[in-house]
């Protein structure tokens, strides 16, 4: 029997996971329901867990977790925070974020 990244035990074969970790950049303030306070506009690090899934030929994965790392405000004292989000309203604010017609008029000065 094989072990999964976890350490629990599979059925013959061993599962595992990868982490993938981007760089979002928000061109405006931002709030996710997930988040107690606005969050000024820049750069901040999405992290998405994902486990392999089935006995294919090719490999697939599932998405089992989404954080995203919230770096302390200035004048906050300590380090920053990770918290769980949902990616599909990430997916959403991005996009919206990505129409907006300030954001074109920030990239063309």
């Not at 061993?14 to 982490?19: A, D, F, P, T």
């Not at 988040?35 to 999405?46: L, S, T």
């Not at 089935?54 to 998405?63: I, L, N, T, V």
């Not at 995203?68 to 599909?88: A, K, M, S």
């Amino acid at each position: 029997m094989g072990f999964q990244a976890n350490g629990a035990m599979s059925k013959g074969r061993v599962m595992s996971s990868r982490k993938i970790r981007k760089l979002v950049t928000f061109h405006a303030p931002f709030q996710l329901r997930a988040m107690e306070q606005m969050r000024p506009a820049g750069e901040y690090e999405v992290t998405t867990e994902q486990e392999q899934i089935g006995d294919f030929m090719f490999e697939a994965f599932r998405r089992t977790n989404t954080t995203i790392y919230l770096p302390p405000r200035i004048g906050d004292f300590g380090v920053g925070q990770t918290i769980p989000i949902d990616p599909h309203e990430l997916a959403e604010l991005i996009k919206l974020q990505d129409h907006s017609p300030h954001r074109h008029e920030l990239s063309n000065v």
